[in-house]
């Protein structure tokens, strides 16, 4: 009997349940392009992707194997691999999002009509089951604390190890050219386990002191890989465990844990995708001012480094990322599915569980017990760039300012110095250090 191990954001082979249930019979390990979303795939995520589907079909050579690339519909490719080789099962790592839902049950409905089961596996993609950790009065956590309380007392499952492959004949497209950028992270399991090793030898115990520093950027960078499913959460949470007790690696613990905790608010509400879980006012309608924040053009220095850093990198620290949405929601007033949608675009690590639901928490529709709070940029940027040196990295305009203050409050020099730099004025009134906020929304940090 051959089966289909089905790769969608699971590409690796450590610690994969997915492969491992397959390669019990002789396996054709696919990827398929999916054609609804390559088209929207911006260059910096597909480059990432292309060396990930490299890397693993690499790995997989090494266990005996090879990677089959197909192109097109999902649901329509599997059903004709599974024609051409006689396959009896497909398995495919469960997801949460209403687009892998809407796939997954089409997929199922296609396969039982020739015969083949498909079998879903859970606990791929998150450390701990989406829905299985729950309330007593309801279907899913909508306050963190308490569900980090249960979550972390939760066992893990035991790490999936994978036999020697065999893979039948069967045709595979060429893979993509997988090429190189400036300021990229380079995708793949190889280089997500490296990063891993090095973060988890070197870096986890400061994680506590250090991961809000902007100009330090001290944090793990590893959730591109995560995203792309080039590592394990699960594995992460087992060794951070096992090496490290401090503060430092529960801290990092607790972070992988609200990416369970937001894949389970999407597993019971799928409409949290694009729909306010808590009920606002209406949003102001202003093209231009949302232009000039997604291009770092706001005047606001800390906002606009974060916001070149996101088009530069594909990737931007997390602290600048709950700055940046604050400013875009509570300062200037615009929907925060815009701002969802931008960094959609450009984020090699943008799943919708975690952009969306971190969106929805900044701009006080979603799960925050505080949905009033603003994070005003000019105390933030005193408190997480004391020195003004992560603006500086990003903004040019103003890397020769020496004075800290100045570098996070330009306009001080006047609006002619600024002409001449080139820079712009607030885009919101500044008045004493203070930014203006909308609706009554409170300053808080």
């Not at 969802?340 to 006080?364: E, I, S």
Request: proline share 6%.
């Amino acid at each position: 009997m051959t089966a289909v191990a089905l790769f969608t954001r699971d590409l690796r082979v450590h610690d994969n349940p997915v492969l491992a249930a397959a390669a019990q019979d002789p396996v054709v390990p696919l990827f398929v392009l999916d054609d609804a979303i390559a088209s929207r795939i911006p260059e910096t995520r597909m480059r990432f992707l292309s060396q990930a589907l490299a890397d693993l079909d690499e790995g997989l050579r090494r266990k005996g194997g090879r990677l089959v690339l197909r192109a097109g519909d999902v649901v329509e490719e599997v059903c004709r691999v599974v024609t051409e080789t006689e396959a009896t099962r497909v398995h495919v790592a469960a997801d949460v999002t209403a687009y892998a839902r809407d796939r997954e049950q089409r997929l199922a409905s296609e396969l039982e009509a020739i015969g083949v089961a498909l079998h879903r596996h859970e606990q791929v993609h998150t450390v701990q089951v989406p829905g299985e950790i729950r309330p007593a009065d309801r279907d899913h956590f909508s306050v963190f604390t308490p569900y980090w309380r249960r979550w972390a007392e939760a066992p893990l499952r035991a790490p999936a190890s994978v036999p020697r492959l065999t893979v039948p004949d069967v045709g595979s497209l060429p893979l993509p050219e997988a090429g190189t950028g400036e300021n990229s992270l380079p995708g793949g399991e190889t280089a997500g386990r490296e990063r891993a090793r090095r973060w988890l030898s070197r870096t986890v115990d400061d994680y506590e002191e250090v991961h809000d520093d902007l100009a330090a950027d001290a944090t793990s960078r590893l959730s591109p890989y995560l995203h792309f499913g080039c590592l394990s959460a699960t594995e992460l949470v087992a060794r951070a465990t096992r090496d490290h007790a401090g503060d430092g690696a529960r801290a990092f613990i607790r972070q992988l844990c609200w990416r369970d905790f937001h894949h389970q608010v999407l597993a019971a509400r799928p409409d949290a995708a694009h729909t306010d879980l808590r009920p606002r006012g209406e949003w102001i309608d202003d093209p231009d001012a949302l232009a000039a924040w997604r291009e770092g053009r706001t005047g606001i220095p800390i906002v606009d480094a974060g916001m070149r850093q996101l088009v530069a990198e594909g990737w931007m620290h997390n602290r600048a990322r709950l700055i940046t949405a604050s400013f875009l929601t509570k300062s200037m007033g615009l929907d925060w599915r815009a701002g969802a949608a931008h960094f959609a675009r450009h984020l090699l690590d943008a799943d919708v569980a975690n952009n969306t639901l971190n969106w929805q928490w900044v701009a006080g529709t979603g799960m925050d017990t505080r949905p009033n709070r603003v994070l005003n940029p000019l105390r933030q940027a005193a408190r997480y760039d004391p020195e003004g040196e992560y603006v500086r990295r990003y903004v040019p305009e103003l890397a020769d300012l020496a004075d800290a203050a100045e570098v996070h409050q330009p306009w001080r020099l006047g609006a002619e110095a600024l002409t001449e730099r080139g820079y712009p004025e607030p885009i919101v009134s500044v008045d004493g250090g203070k930014v203006a906020s909308v609706r009554g929304a409170t300053p808080l940090f």
